[in-house]
């Protein structure tokens, strides 16, 4: 069992920069793919980035590709969301989620996930 707590989200300007975190319980992080998804007014949730259990490879969508970097520190359990120039239509609840497998996807194919944390952009 994976328990994950997104932090981080918050209010800022249309071309600021936020970073937000993921911690995560347990013993074997690095056997966990994980990924970041979003959930905007309106709309459905969907997949933002994704990384590997080693953190060697990394996906992203193509609407934050060069904007948003995911990574993250298996010494410290954690994942990160670094988000650049950020615009109106960032504005969604972010969620991290793991999956049982090193392996990631960009598919909503995830076991765990977090409560979310709100990110807000305003123009």
């Known amino acids: 069992q994976v328990q994950l707590v997104e932090s981080g989200g918050g209010l800022v300007q249309a071309g600021n920069s936020l970073k937000l975190s993921c911690a995560a319980s347990?013993?074997?992080?690095?056997?966990?793919?994980m990924a970041w998804f979003r959930q905007g007014p309106g709309k459905e949730r969907a997949i933002v980035a994704a990384?590997?259990?080693?953190?060697?490879?990394?996906s992203y969508v193509d609407s934050v590709k060069g904007r948003f970097t995911i990574s993250r520190d298996n010494a410290k359990n954690t994942m990160y969301l670094q988000m650049n120039n950020l615009k109106a239509e960032d504005t969604a609840v972010y969620y991290c989620?793991?999956?049982?497998?090193?392996?990631?996807?960009?598919?909503?194919?995830?076991?765990?996930w977090g409560q979310g944390t709100q990110v807000t952009v305003s123009s």
């Open positions: 989620a793991a999956r049982f497998s090193t392996v990631e996807t960009m598919t909503p194919r995830y076991d765990y």
């Open positions: 347990g013993r074997t992080f690095g056997g966990y793919a």
């Open positions: 990384i590997s259990g080693s953190g060697a490879r990394t």
